[in-house]
């Protein structure tokens, strides 16, 4: 029996170079106000200890700003985003998967940026989009701002470390959340229903031309039900000009056609001796189960309390 317990974790992301850009504009902006008003408001003469006391205070906001104003808190139904003089909530359930995005600061430095997905605005699966199509659907909110995707975690810098072992807690409580970590590439959209393996097979099926057909069977029911994965499916797929690649998975096989007229008569065929629960779908993804997954994982073994 398991019993639910909430649970709340929040991430300081200060260790993370990337994420001091914004606080650092802050921090101007407050010196600028500071230095103003010593030196023009209240008539104070410019010296090096007025200029090391104003120093301080800067020091101090952007060290506040850090602590306070840039981390990351994982709820069980929302993940807020908290930055300087604002803080977002989003619902996972409104969330459909992360991708990475790259932005150049005037300095010529490169910057990743992870980035939620929300429903409604996910790239088409399966499809090869240029980075350019993909760009239009990357404008979801920033979880966090990365200077490297693949950092050195062996690097004698404990800053790096600790970089590191920050980026890493994040990116533990998105895949506990259901959101595993994309691939280290900008603009490579990470669905949770679906594994790289599975997304860059369709995507070579889009870019070749070919017209795929998914049968999602599950573990065979019966002898029957085998029988008709092994050999029946195979045969009429055969029948209607099918290539000879087949992708055969635990839970579905993938049977590929060059012509759609084809893969249409293969699926109609198809219905007609599959069993009711079969879901035949066209193109190289899995139907997803009810919980959204379309993998071909196990279920986690989830030990009984």
Not at 27 to 46: E, H, K, N, P, S
Not at 50 to 74: E, P
Not at 202 to 221: F, N, Q, R, S, Y
Request: charged fraction near 20%; aromatic fraction near 8%; glycine fraction near 6%.
């Amino acid at each position: 029996m398991w019993v639910s317990v909430a649970r709340s974790t929040t991430i300081r992301l200060y260790p993370l170079s990337g994420e001091h850009t914004l606080p650092m504009a802050v921090d101007t902006l407050v010196f600028t106000i500071v230095y103003g008003i010593w030196l023009l408001g209240l008539g104070m003469a410019d010296n090096a200890w007025s200029d090391l006391g104003i120093l301080a205070v800067v020091v101090l906001a952007h060290v506040v700003q850090m602590t306070w104003l840039v981390a990351v808190r994982f709820d069980d139904t929302v993940i807020t985003i908290v930055r300087p003089w604002r803080r977002r909530r989003i619902e996972w359930t409104q969330i459909s998967g992360l991708i990475y995005t790259q932005d150049v600061s005037s300095t010529s430095r490169a910057f990743h940026k992870l980035r939620l997905v929300l429903n409604g605005h996910e790239p088409p699966q399966g499809r090869f989009l240029t980075e350019t199509e993909v760009e239009a659907y990357a404008k979801g909110p920033v979880v966090m701002t990365l200077a490297d995707l693949e950092p050195d975690s062996w690097s004698d810098n404990r800053w790096i470390r600790r970089s590191v072992r920050c980026q890493n807690q994040v990116y533990a409580e998105l895949e506990r959340h259901g959101l595993p970590k994309p691939g280290p590439r900008t603009l490579e959209y990470r669905s949770p229903k679906y594994t790289p393996e599975q997304t860059r097979l369709a995507v070579a099926a889009d870019i070749i031309g070919l017209h795929p057909v998914t049968v999602k069977h599950g573990e065979p029911a019966n002898d029957h039900d085998a029988h008709l994965i092994s050999a029946v499916l195979p045969e009429l797929a055969g029948t209607h000009g099918a290539t000879s690649d087949i992708v055969s998975k635990r839970l579905y096989t993938i049977f590929f056609f060059d012509a759609e007229p084809a893969a249409t008569a293969f699926i109609a065929a198809v219905l007609e001796i599959a069993p009711a629960d079969w879901r035949i779908t066209p193109g190289a993804l899995p139907a997803p189960d009810a919980d959204g997954d379309s993998t071909d994982r196990p279920p986690p073994l989830r030990p009984e309390e």
